[in-house]
């Protein structure tokens, strides 16, 4: 069985630009979720998508963005990059949004705004 | 708000022996879960151990052990006989109500040979 997968890997975006990350769940999973996660802030939780709808969100401005298709991937994307948006970008999928299901976490994609 | 606080951001131990790893959480919510993830130097999260906050019986998953002070609000992680592929990022998580994880940030964990 397949595991999330996050692309691209690496990604490197000059001040101003924006960018678009994405994610494919496990199959049969309709829970996406996506994380910031830096040195200084640890892993913060951005918003989560289930059955296309977006469930809840965290405490990131309107730059911060994403969606969710019928096949259950996901999309973020972030406008106007700032500098303090590198960061490694982490999605995960669960089989339903209940809080107590495991979240499946994929490899990440590394930002780099510069 | 709600909070989960690491208070050890790096820790080592030797191989084979045992290691506690701290969390504290801080909720108001009765029905809550409580996580620990590994992130190894690959990146990828991974479950090590999960905790129905309603169930007072420590959960245990082979080496992995938790103990759980719902009145303290203390949710430690404990690795026994530990391995040299135990070395990640360790994060105690919850998740209060409906919503999605609140992480702690972290205690690097490193075993030495």
């Known amino acids: 069985k397949a595991g999330v997968t996050q692309t691209p890997r690496y990604l490197i975006k000059t001040r101003g630009q924006q960018v678009t990350l994405s994610c494919s769940p496990i199959?049969?999973?309709?829970?996406v979720s996506w994380y910031q996660q830096t040195p200084g802030q640890g892993l913060q939780f951005l918003f989560e998508?289930?059955?296309?709808?977006?469930?809840n969100k965290g405490n990131f401005p309107g730059r911060f963005s994403g969606r969710q298709f019928s096949n259950s991937r996901s999309e973020m994307n972030v406008s106007t990059l700032e500098l303090g948006d590198s960061a490694l970008y982490l999605c995960?999928?669960?089989?339903?949004?209940?809080?107590?299901?495991?979240?499946?976490f994929g490899q990440g994609t590394r930002l780099t705004v510069v | 708000a709600q909070t989960v606080t690491q208070s050890q951001p790096e820790m080592s131990v030797q191989e084979a022996e045992t290691v506690t790893l701290s969390c504290t959480y801080d909720?108001?919510?009765?029905?809550?879960?409580l996580f620990w993830y590994k992130q190894p130097p690959s990146r990828q999260m991974i479950l090590v151990i999960r905790?129905?906050?309603?169930?007072?019986q420590n959960a245990t998953e082979n080496r992995f052990s938790v103990n759980f002070q719902k009145a303290a609000k203390s949710f430690s992680l404990k690795i026994s006989d530990s391995q040299l592929g135990d070395t990640a990022m360790y994060f105690c998580?919850?998740?209060?109500?409906?919503?999605?994880?609140?992480f702690g940030t972290g205690t690097r964990l490193k075993v030495l040979a």
């Open positions: 998580a919850s998740t209060p109500g409906n919503d999605k994880y609140i």
């Open positions: 199959s049969g999973h309709r829970s």
């Open positions: 998508y289930f059955s296309e709808t977006q469930r």
């Open positions: 909720t108001s919510e009765n029905n809550y879960y």
């Open positions: 995960a999928s669960s089989r339903d949004s209940n809080s107590n299901t495991e979240a499946f």
């Open positions: 905790q129905e906050a309603y169930k007072q």
